[in-house]
């Protein structure tokens, strides 16, 4: 008996129409765990760089985490991975909500879907029965609208749908999958529309085991009565309070500074009444206390979910009423489209106009300025008309498409991707690692076990140190200790810092944990029910592994080198690991490349950023190693 998951993944060809139940590999799960870390290995084997992001040969995966569905608290992420036609290299998205736990309960660890079907299709998945749908009928409709059609099509009110609007029918790069109150963001819808696929929807009724059951249900127990015992900055910052830090020093649209007096008190009270107005209930993801999305609804607009920060990105967009915010999310959402890039491509085009790039020519019948500019972009990106079919291949691709000085106004992409872009004063050491080297297309999927500014006042820092039980050791307590205001945290501290940070993502997407109950809560409180040292315990209990805080940091490096490697494959070298270049206000170009060759060395790769054959070998990837011999990435070593 598969303790934890199923055993079982579901292999699709929509090119074909097969339906395949495949049993997964025992030693997968040992080597990787589960979630992104196996699909990246199945990426890593069937899809080479040779392969196309719009190919049929390009899979996309959905994959439950390895505690998804068992009584660990939080555990409900669903994983979805993919080629990115932005990129050209690995995707990685998570969404929440209920998903991938029914997924789970129908018998399934992860759909593997390669093809393109001939017209649009949807997925059912009930248990042993899963066909591939006929779905015409919803082509043009919106994500939400799709679900609520589905479930009534198929009158089950228990099934769970994952779909896209209408930017990933038409191929939008920036096209997100939607589910219920969560969305898989990063530009994997794109790919979900390529495949002309408009749906999943599954209902499972099966039974998930664990192998220790009531240890594992008394620790969790345990586990729900610390979490409401111990709320932290980043449950105020879900409830609309605990924004200033983002507003001030994050300009989310293109590259438009923030002012400094932009928050206010009046501003805040103003953003709080208009989001009670607005909110319909506080809703929450399986198995989870922590009730941190809101169900709204804006006059005129489709109901909505605010997730995360999508309720500061369009507002911090270039256009700064609050109003305007919760008013564009609602039709954002219902077409499918990340809430990070969306703005960013609609403020590049606003930039673009008001420099004399872009004409009434472009832009015909142009609003003259407000909010209606927002609108008019979104339905040109959404529909691929006129210039929004140039900006719906993002920012990057965008600017060298439209030419005429349009590639300096590309101020925030790198790897070819827009970032969540930080307007602090002076460059951060960890936050230049991550930015620079990490293998995922947002820093939120990098950063936040570790603060992200220094606590002014000693007494308080002495504090925060004394209840942080997350650190790894006791280094990064005295780190902390020593880090002054506006002080760089040494090179050593900040590759281990940047080295923790990823490590604790690459488990979260593994086992299925929601960041803000592990990496994130971490930053704001010191306290995370879930950390490097008691997760081991957990996943011993739930799969009955033999695992320690060693072994789960090893896992995670692997899982951390195979997607790099990934990337290294189709190109990935040092040359491409800067973050933008207006990221920060001041910057030591000549220091920064010194700690990416300390940051190189520690990781075990090489003075380009490929990880090295001996450190290949030492995590159990010495396939890697060949494929990249044998490709001439790498020596004969």
């Given at each position: 008996m598969?303790y934890?998951q199923?055993g079982?993944?579901?292999e699709?060809?929509?090119?074909?129409g097969?339906?395949?139940?495949?049993?997964?590999e025992e030693?997968?799960?040992?080597?990787y765990?589960g979630?992104?870390?196996?699909a990246?290995?199945?990426l890593?084997?069937?899809?080479p760089?040779?392969?196309?992001?719009?190919s049929?040969?390009?899979?996309?995966?959905?994959?439950?985490g390895l505690?998804?569905?068992?009584p660990v608290?939080?555990?409900?992420?669903?994983?979805?991975?993919t080629i990115?036609?932005?990129?050209?290299?690995?995707?990685h998205s998570?969404f929440?909500g209920?998903?991938?736990?029914?997924?789970?309960?129908?018998?399934y660890?992860?759909i593997?879907?390669?093809g393109?079907?001939?017209s649009l299709?949807?997925?059912?998945?009930?248990?042993d029965?899963v066909?591939i749908?006929?779905?015409?009928?919803?082509?043009g409709k919106?994500?939400?609208?799709?679900?609520?059609?589905?479930v009534?099509?198929?009158?089950?009110?228990?099934?769970?749908v994952?779909?896209?609007?209408?930017?990933?029918?038409?191929?939008?790069?920036?096209?997100s999958?939607?589910?219920?109150?969560?969305s898989?963001?990063?530009?994997?819808?794109?790919?979900?529309g390529?495949?002309?696929?408009k749906?999943i929807?599954v209902?499972?009724?099966?039974?998930?085991y664990?192998?220790?059951?009531?240890?594992l249900?008394?620790i969790c127990n345990?586990?729900v009565?610390?979490?409401?015992?111990n709320p932290?900055a980043?449950?105020t910052?879900?409830?609309g309070e605990?924004?200033?830090?983002?507003?001030?020093?994050?300009?989310?649209?293109?590259?438009?500074?923030r002012?400094?007096?932009f928050w206010?008190?009046?501003?805040?009270e103003?953003?709080?009444?208009?989001?009670k107005?607005?909110r319909?209930?506080?809703?929450?993801?399986?198995?989870?206390?922590?009730?941190c999305?809101?169900?709204?609804?804006?006059?005129?607009?489709?109901?909505y979910?605010?997730?995360?920060?999508?309720?500061?990105?369009?507002?911090?967009a270039?256009f700064?009423d609050?109003?305007?915010?919760y008013?564009i999310i609602?039709l954002?959402?219902?077409y499918?489209l990340?809430?990070?890039?969306t703005?960013q491509?609609?403020?590049?085009?606003?930039?673009?106009?008001?420099?004399?790039i872009l004409?009434?020519?472009?832009?015909p019948e142009?609003p003259p300025?407000?909010?209606?500019?927002?609108?008019?972009?979104?339905e040109?990106?959404?529909?691929?008309?006129?210039i929004?079919?140039?900006?719906?291949?993002?920012v990057?691709?965008?600017a060298?498409?439209?030419?005429k000085?349009?590639?300096a106004?590309d101020?925030?992409?790198m790897?070819?991707?827009e970032?969540?872009p930080?307007?602090?004063?002076?460059?951060?050491?960890?936050?230049f690692?991550?930015?620079?080297?990490?293998?995922?297309?947002a820093?939120n999927q990098?950063e936040?076990?570790?603060?992200?500014v220094?606590?002014?006042?000693?007494?308080?820092?002495?504090e925060f140190?004394k209840?942080?039980?997350?650190a790894?050791?006791?280094?990064?307590?005295?780190?902390?200790?020593?880090?002054?205001p506006?002080?760089?945290?040494?090179?050593?501290?900040s590759?281990n810092?940047?080295?923790?940070?990823e490590?604790m993502h690459y488990?979260?997407d593994?086992?299925?944990?929601?960041?803000?109950?592990?990496s994130?809560r971490?930053?704001?409180g010191?306290r995370p029910?879930?950390h490097?040292?008691?997760?081991?315990?957990?996943?011993?209990?739930?799969?009955?592994?033999v695992?320690d805080?060693?072994?789960l940091?090893?896992i995670?490096?692997?899982?951390?080198?195979?997607?790099?490697?990934?990337?290294?494959?189709?190109?990935?070298?040092?040359?491409?690991?800067?973050?933008?270049?207006?990221?920060?206000?001041?910057?030591?170009p000549e220091?920064?490349?010194?700690?990416?060759?300390?940051?190189y060395?520690?990781?075990?790769w090489?003075?380009?950023?490929?990880?090295?054959?001996?450190t290949?070998?030492?995590?159990?990837?010495?396939?890697?190693k060949?494929?990249?011999v044998?490709?001439?990435?790498?020596?004969n070593?």
């Amino acid at each position: 008996m598969k303790y934890a998951q199923t055993g079982f993944n579901l292999e699709i060809d929509l090119s074909t129409g097969s339906i395949e139940r495949e049993a997964t590999e025992e030693k997968l799960t040992e080597l990787y765990l589960g979630g992104q870390g196996t699909a990246a290995k199945i990426l890593w084997d069937r899809v080479p760089p040779e392969v196309d992001a719009f190919s049929p040969d390009n899979l996309l995966i959905f994959s439950t985490g390895l505690l998804v569905g068992t009584p660990v608290v939080g555990a409900n992420r669903t994983m979805v991975n993919t080629i990115s036609p932005q990129t050209d290299r690995y995707s990685h998205s998570i969404f929440g909500g209920f998903f991938g736990p029914e997924l789970k309960h129908a018998g399934y660890d992860k759909i593997i879907i390669q093809g393109k079907a001939p017209s649009l299709v949807y997925l059912y998945i009930h248990n042993d029965k899963v066909e591939i749908r006929d779905a015409s009928h919803l082509q043009g409709k919106g994500a939400s609208e799709t679900a609520e059609l589905i479930v009534g099509e198929l009158k089950d009110p228990a099934i769970q749908v994952a779909a896209i609007g209408l930017a990933g029918e038409n191929r939008v790069y920036m096209a997100s999958i939607e589910h219920a109150n969560s969305s898989a963001s990063r530009g994997v819808g794109v790919i979900m529309g390529d495949k002309r696929l408009k749906a999943i929807a599954v209902r499972g009724t099966k039974d998930i085991y664990t192998a220790r059951p009531a240890e594992l249900f008394e620790i969790c127990n345990r586990m729900v009565k610390e979490i409401h015992a111990n709320p932290h900055a980043g449950d105020t910052m879900a409830k609309g309070e605990g924004d200033e830090f983002h507003v001030d020093n994050f300009a989310w649209g293109n590259a438009r500074a923030r002012r400094k007096d932009f928050w206010s008190k009046e501003r805040e009270e103003n953003w709080l009444a208009l989001e009670k107005k607005l909110r319909v209930r506080w809703t929450g993801c399986y198995n989870c206390p922590k009730d941190c999305h809101q169900a709204m609804n804006f006059p005129g607009r489709p109901p909505y979910f605010q997730k995360c920060y999508s309720k500061l990105t369009y507002a911090m967009a270039a256009f700064e009423d609050l109003e305007f915010d919760y008013d564009i999310i609602g039709l954002t959402q219902e077409y499918g489209l990340d809430a990070y890039s969306t703005p960013q491509a609609m403020a590049f085009a606003i930039e673009l106009y008001e420099a004399g790039i872009l004409t009434d020519q472009d832009l015909p019948e142009f609003p003259p300025t407000g909010a209606d500019r927002f609108f008019y972009l979104l339905e040109k990106i959404v529909r691929r008309e006129g210039i929004g079919d140039v900006l719906a291949n993002g920012v990057y691709h965008a600017a060298r498409q439209i030419g005429k000085g349009a590639e300096a106004y590309d101020h925030n992409t790198m790897k070819k991707f827009e970032q969540v872009p930080i307007k602090l004063s002076m460059v951060n050491y960890p936050y230049f690692l991550m930015y620079a080297t990490g293998e995922k297309m947002a820093i939120n999927q990098i950063e936040g076990s570790y603060p992200q500014v220094s606590i002014a006042d000693k007494a308080e820092r002495e504090e925060f140190v004394k209840g942080w039980d997350a650190a790894p050791d006791e280094r990064f307590k005295k780190w902390f200790l020593e880090w002054e205001p506006r002080q760089h945290p040494s090179p050593e501290a900040s590759i281990n810092i940047a080295h923790w940070n990823e490590a604790m993502h690459y488990v979260d997407d593994a086992i299925g944990s929601c960041a803000f109950l592990s990496s994130f809560r971490g930053q704001f409180g010191g306290r995370p029910p879930y950390h490097i040292h008691n997760l081991p315990e957990l996943i011993s209990l739930a799969t009955g592994m033999v695992l320690d805080s060693d072994g789960l940091w090893k896992i995670a490096a692997r899982n951390r080198n195979l997607v790099r490697a990934i990337n290294v494959r189709r190109g990935l070298r040092r040359v491409d690991e800067a973050p933008p270049a207006d990221q920060w206000k001041k910057r030591d170009p000549e220091a920064e490349q010194q700690l990416l060759d300390a940051y190189y060395g520690f990781k075990g790769w090489n003075s380009d950023g490929i990880p090295t054959g001996p450190t290949l070998d030492k995590l159990d990837l010495s396939y890697v190693k060949e494929d990249f011999v044998e490709r001439g990435i790498l020596g004969n070593t």
